[in-house]
């Protein structure tokens, strides 16, 4: 992969894709929230780019909206 290929890790990528895919599969953030055994106050600081959560975190993420990791952090 040459650098204009090479994607890059954006928190707020993240945060933007994670609003992008939750709402488009109708899950609202309490629910979400729910589903993640997290508050609500973490996924909307993580839509808002303001938190990252952990590696693990993310992959539970992906496997919850039905996602690729990369469709979630790039």
């Not at 609202?28 to 975190?57: C, H, N, Q």
Request: proline fraction near 1%.
């Amino acid at each position: 992969m040459n650098d204009k290929q090479q994607k890059t890790l954006n928190i707020n990528n993240f945060g933007l894709n994670l609003y992008r895919i939750r709402n488009a599969h109708k899950i609202t953030v309490e629910r979400f929230a729910e589903m993640l055994d997290v508050s609500s106050r973490i996924i909307y600081d993580w839509e808002a780019g303001k938190k990252f959560p952990t590696f693990e975190r993310a992959i539970n993420i992906a496997n919850i909206l039905g996602v690729t990791l990369d469709s979630i952090l790039c």
